[in-house]
């Protein structure tokens, strides 16, 4: 059960790229709440002066803090105030910061309420052209040989679409071990989403391997691989 007369945690998705896609839901709670839990200040302050809006607090809540900032929230919430949580883009805990302060706050019977919106993953695969009917979201894969090894293993023995987040200077790395390990899969890398250079590469792992070896990419990137039963 919820406390009685406390406040509520909004957990709120902001624009990956296009201020245009901030609902107007958002632009009021950014206004009405009494703090705003966002992972960098100044990102956030940038995107309320593109939408007009004036939040009455900013606080950082990222991964280096926020531990011990998540008691500072979970008391404006028992006080009676609400709190919006927002990362730099997307929605927050998916690759971002904010499963501290959400496990708390359910656990202390807080309510916990969304704001739906923007997800570079969701929206890369709705235009991949790929399978929808199973997909996994497999975060940022491990830097490490041997983990990344058996981290693609295990993404090619789910049957669906895979999903994963990386840089764009470590993508050709990851698209040419994923190429190694899975072979001639059907794969899309979606980049700059939202934004004025955003690219959907569509190939086999090898095709799109050999045409990232030339490319030097900026900007968010994502990569989809198809995954077929036996």
């Given amino acids: 059960m919820c406390c009685e007369g406390s406040g509520t945690l909004y957990v709120a998705a902001t624009p990956i790229g296009n201020a245009g896609d901030a609902s107007a839901r958002l632009r009021e709670l950014v206004e009405r709440v009494e703090v705003v839990a966002c992972e960098d200040t100044r990102v956030f302050g940038k995107l309320c002066r593109l939408l007009g809006v004036k939040a009455r607090r900013l606080v950082s809540c990222h991964e280096h803090n926020e531990r011990e900032r998540a008691d500072y929230f979970l008391g404006v919430l028992e006080r009676g105030g609400d709190v919006l949580l927002a990362s730099n883009a997307g929605t927050p805990l998916l690759s971002d910061p904010g499963y501290v302060l959400v496990r708390r706050a359910v656990e202390r019977g807080f309510k916990v309420s969304p704001l739906p919106g923007p997800n570079a993953a969701v929206a ?70 939202t934004k004025a250079h955003e690219e959907f590469i569509r190939g086999t792992l090898p095709e799109l391997a050999e045409a990232l070896s030339a490319r030097n990419l900026k900007g968010e990137c994502c990569l989809l691989v198809e995954n077929r039963p036996d």
């Fill in 124 to 193: 890369a695969l709705s235009c991949s052209g790929l399978r929808v009917d199973r997909f996994a979201f497999l975060g940022f894969p491990p830097r490490k040989e041997g983990k990344l090894a058996r981290f693609l293993e295990e993404a090619g023995r789910f049957d669906g679409t895979v999903i994963m987040y990386e840089s764009p200077r470590r993508l050709a790395k990851l698209v040419r071990k994923a190429a190694e390990a899975l072979g001639a899969r059907r794969a899309v890398v979606a980049r700059e989403l």
